[in-house]
């Protein structure tokens, strides 16, 4: 079964305290990228990469950090200076050709709320 | 002003109904269009790429204007099962990522 999984789906965390999203995926896309989603908002692109030991900040990376490893795996770290981290977390992966038929495919997602 | 903006609704339509969205986006340079539809609590899914002029996909039509710069989706014979989020996507010539648009909530009643 192709596809994109995160984990946890749903995530407690206490102020002040650092958390990690797994993302991974077996579609041997070459591209990642983690969104996040208020209520009522659209998504908001934070970190994403096109190639394994590379990635570039989105429009709201502060307080956010990522690693890319493998080529399967897109690891998110919400850490404590992350102002309001309570949110939507999304995962998504595309081939990665930036063709214009390039598509990204998204994971479950994992709901953060900080306590 | 937002890079893609979208009428955020919500659109309520009776079953059987035609709906239509619209999607503007800022900068000329785009090259590639999308629409997703994102269910309550739920992950986005592709629902139509959009090129050339525009596309159809059974009960669905998306349209691309770029002199006007805007992309347009069109849904034929609402059915109940419409009723979620609309998500337009916009990707700029050779960027790696993606912007998206806030949504246009549809819901369809019997």
């Known amino acids: 079964d192709g596809g994109i999984t995160q984990s946890p789906k749903y995530l407690f965390r206490k102020e002040g305290q650092n958390v990690t999203l797994s993302c991974e995926q077996n579609?041997?896309?070459?591209?990642m990228y983690w969104y996040r989603q208020d209520p009522g908002q659209g998504l908001r692109l934070i970190y994403y990469?096109?190639?394994?030991?590379?990635?570039q900040k989105g429009d709201i990376a502060e307080g956010y950090s990522v690693s890319r490893e493998k080529k399967e795996s897109f690891p998110l770290t919400v850490t404590s200076a992350q102002k309001n981290p309570t949110a939507f977390y999304l995962c998504?992966?595309?081939?990665?050709?930036?063709?214009?038929?390039?598509?990204?495919?998204f994971g479950p997602g994992t709901r953060l709320t900080v306590l | 002003r937002k890079e893609v903006e979208q009428d955020p609704g919500p659109f309520n339509v009776p079953e059987g109904a035609t709906v239509a969205f619209n999607c503007t986006y800022s900068?000329?340079?785009?090259?590639?269009f999308f629409w997703y539809r994102q269910d309550c609590r739920k992950e986005p899914k592709l629902l139509m790429s959009v090129y050339s002029s525009g596309n159809e996909d059974g009960r669905f039509t998306a349209q691309l204007n770029r002199a006007s710069q805007y992309i347009s989706l069109l849904i034929r014979d609402s059915k109940l099962s419409d009723s979620a989020t609309y998500l337009c996507v916009v990707r700029y010539t050779n960027a790696g990522k993606s912007t998206f648009g806030d949504g246009t909530t549809l819901t369809v009643k019997p």
């Open positions: 900068n000329s340079a785009s090259q590639s």
């Open positions: 990469s096109q190639i394994v030991n590379d990635f």
């Open positions: 579609l041997n896309h070459d591209a």
């Open positions: 998504a992966s595309s081939i990665g050709d930036r063709s214009w038929t390039d598509t990204q495919y």
